[in-house]
């Protein structure tokens, strides 16, 4: 055992190697480890889908508060079973997935949408409204003035009142045909490459996949134009599309979010741009709004 | 047959059509029809590297101007069949697809390197030297005072005289250990997601791929941390890695790539910038870097 000198020695020893630790960023690792139960939030339920697939489940937390009366379309689809034996009709490298009926193109055969709406008021962009959180990031951005996170949201915003949820990895949108109205849910993709920001303003963000992307961004591309699968027998059938809320609450997959007003999320942000450690010796020292992930844990799980 | 008259009839029907028209952005593939032969140029088979994969050939285009050394090691790799029966041995979900020996990191199993070198310098930044073309882009970055694009490449500039290769989709780059000089091309990745820009300056870029991206972003993710698979059969093998000046040119699969200096590409570039079609009614007016890919095409085919 070492004796109390000893051990003093080594702490007088061990200063210029804590000295080069300190100029280390932390991990996020670390950083979630230090975090207060108060700086996670569980998702409403009533905004939560499970998509089950035969690879497992995505879970998508649907955007109330950006696209109400899509949310409540894509809600009324999926209890009435919408989704349920619909498919993955397309895979289109660097860009989208994307489910739903691969008939539905065709009125003839296309998959009735019960009482769920057809076409939906656009919900593009936010206009004004009443006040949401908004976590400004500080190193610009390409596509537009203002860029940051609301409520585990990547958002940004015009400076003259307008806001939208930009398209980033992850990033859930609301198919649509050529007409502005003509989106009602019943076919949505997941953004799986470099985010394509031209997207923004011009559809309806449904949500965020926050579990499961790696089920999403890894089925074959498609062969046809626009990554469409050539052949039937390439589809993925989805088991099943289910709401959180209409689930036993014992079955229900355990999920918190980091809250993105927290300081452990400006801290892991800062961390990341400041990366600093025995590989990375030249920090980038900014970052980008779509660099950005947020963290996610299962609570049931020992930090 | 219709008469000359009926003709300038319809030609006056038809123009307020036209005038929309006018609005209406050129797609890609109507620029690329127009591209004239000189527009597109075909890689110098040295720097031409086919790595053969059970799904499908992936084209990789070496950075000999950006990292001579590091090309020159990889090309020695490659003839000494040292790539041949390697794996895919990490894939990290909106990350990197990495491949390489296995037991590349256990010094007593490891494959040999040949007379290939094991260490290199580190080619992370290209520092002045003879001059280079460039072709800047209008819209700015997040990360850099200035980007655009040299010989095919998205290039980045600090304003002092560096300029470096940036980590976008598509980038291959040189993995390493800790120590900056460790890296020697045995092992590679290549961008599967959002640009990790943060990468940028902290790797050498070996080059990126032209072609089949859609095989290597499509592998199963790894379970383990960093997307390294924990079962060893969960690993692609390589069938072989070939340069294309070492396969005979009848064998060789025809492929070229639009000048990154040329009138047709900045015309893509700003088309994608201002999109305007029937379906997108908000051009974004501006483009990231990472979001612009390189047209590529085959020659032996009618355009």
């Not at 958002?155 to 949820?165: E, L, N, S, T």
């Not at 959180?244 to 400006?266: G, Y």
Request: charged letters at 25%.
């Amino acid at each position: 055992m070492l004796t109390r000198t000893c051990l003093a020695l080594a702490f007088l020893l061990a200063l210029p190697a804590m000295a080069e630790e300190a100029k280390k960023s932390p991990t996020p690792k670390e950083l979630l480890a230090k975090s207060t139960p108060a700086e996670w939030r569980t998702p409403d339920p009533q905004n939560l889908v499970y998509m089950d697939l035969p690879q497992g489940r995505v879970i998508i937390e649907l955007a109330q508060d950006w696209s109400p009366l899509h949310a409540a379309n894509i809600r009324t689809l999926i209890r009435e079973h919408y989704f349920d034996g619909t498919q993955i009709i397309r895979v289109q490298d660097n860009f989208v997935t994307q489910w739903g009926d691969p008939d539905g193109d065709d009125k003839k055969k296309a998959k009735s949408l019960g009482t769920a709406k057809e076409t939906l008021a656009p919900e593009f962009t936010r206009k004004g409204g009443k006040a949401y959180p908004f976590t400004k990031l500080p190193d610009g951005d390409v596509y537009a003035p203002e860029v940051g996170f609301s409520e585990g949201f990547p958002v940004a915003r015009d400076g003259k009142g307008g806001a939208w949820i930009t398209h980033c990895y992850g990033t859930v949108g609301v198919a649509r045909d050529t007409g502005a109205e003509t989106g009602n849910g019943s076919s949505l993709y997941a953004i799986i490459g470099q985010a394509p920001r031209n997207l923004d303003r011009n559809l309806a963000v449904a949500g965020k996949v926050i579990k499961g992307m790696e089920i999403l961004s890894a089925y074959p591309r498609g062969g046809e134009p626009m990554g469409f699968y050539d052949k039937p027998e390439q589809r993925v059938t989805i088991k099943s599309v289910r709401l959180a809320a209409d689930v036993p609450e014992a079955e229900r997959t355990p999920i918190q979010v980091l809250r993105t007003d927290s300081k452990t999320f400006a801290a892991v942000i800062d961390a990341k741009r400041n990366r600093r450690d025995d590989f990375y010796t030249r920090p980038a020292g900014k970052i980008d709004l779509c660099n950005i992930s947020v963290p996610v844990r299962d609570p049931s799980k020992k930090p």
